[in-house]
T-cell receptor
Framework: GQNIDQPTEMTATEGAIVQINCTYQ??????LFWYQQHAGEAPTFLSY????GLEEKGRFSSFLSRSKGYSYLLLKELQMKDSASYLC???????????FGAGTTVTVRA | NAGVTQTPKFRVLKTGQSMTLLCAQD?????MYWYRQDPGMGLRLIHY???????AKGEVPDGYNVSRLKKQNFLLGLESAAPSQTSVYFC??????????????FGPGTRLTVT
């Protein structure tokens, strides 16, 4: 099984940077996903890491350390529209399923 | 393409009533999933399917049944609804090659209230 932890809430100012951490304990590992979910909407895919290191996609970056069971999602140049919940999810080795953390609600203030 | 669609969007049931939630996808995806989302608990997997005619239990299957008679549809049934099943239900799908990224695509959700 998987045990996934991430902070419940974070607040940041427009234009700033926020880093959302995710730690996991797993019996097997085959990738870590980050999803964004705006209030009342469906989750949408943001990023995927399966090897150690940093993946960059515009203002968003995601980092993975498999030996530490640790990932973070970095949001740069925050905009009001980035106010949302960010979900960390882990896929087990040879597994069809994802295990999700409880999500981190990010509030961007003007 | 419509992607993943869910019917209905909202529903209120009384305890003991039954209902079926329909999920449809037009992306020819092999795998389909049903999740529930409750405040503070994230997405929890109820049941999933790895192909037409197959289903498997997820993390919280009790009180639910599923069927996948056609590849594009995945039905979630509640035979006797309970207040504990008040939640937002999301359907998701992905295609079949496990060696690639293949993220899950989510439907818009069904808000179910059981009184």
């Amino acid at each position: 099984g998987q045990n996934i932890d991430q902070p419940t809430e974070m607040t940041a100012t427009e234009g700033a940077i926020v880093q959302i951490n995710c730690t996991y304990q797993t019996s097997g590992f085959n990738g870590l996903f980050w999803y964004q979910q705006h209030a009342g909407e469906a989750p949408t895919f943001l990023s995927y890491n399966v090897l150690d290191g940093l993946e960059e996609k515009g203002r968003f970056s995601s980092f993975l350390s498999r030996s530490k069971g640790y990932s973070y999602l970095l949001l740069k140049e925050l905009q009001m529209k980035d106010s949302a919940s960010y979900l960390c999810a882990v896929r087990g080795l040879g597994d069809y399923k994802l295990s999700f953390g409880a999500g981190t609600t990010v509030t961007v203030r003007a | 393409n419509a992607g993943v669609t869910q019917t209905p969007k909202f529903r209120v049931l009384k305890t003991g009533q039954s209902m079926t939630l329909l999920c449809a996808q037009d992306m020819n995806h092999e795998y389909m999933y049903w999740y529930r989302q409750d405040p503070g608990m994230g997405l929890r997997l109820i049941h999933y399917s790895v192909g037409e005619g197959t289903t498997a239990k997820g993390e919280v299957p009790d009180g639910y049944n599923v069927s996948r008679l056609k590849k594009q549809n995945f039905l979630l049934g509640l035979e006797s609804a309970a207040p504990s099943q008040t939640s937002v239900y999301f359907c998701a799908s992905r295609d079949g090659d496990r060696d690639l990224i293949h993220e899950q695509y989510f439907g818009p959700g069904t808000r179910l209230t059981v009184t």
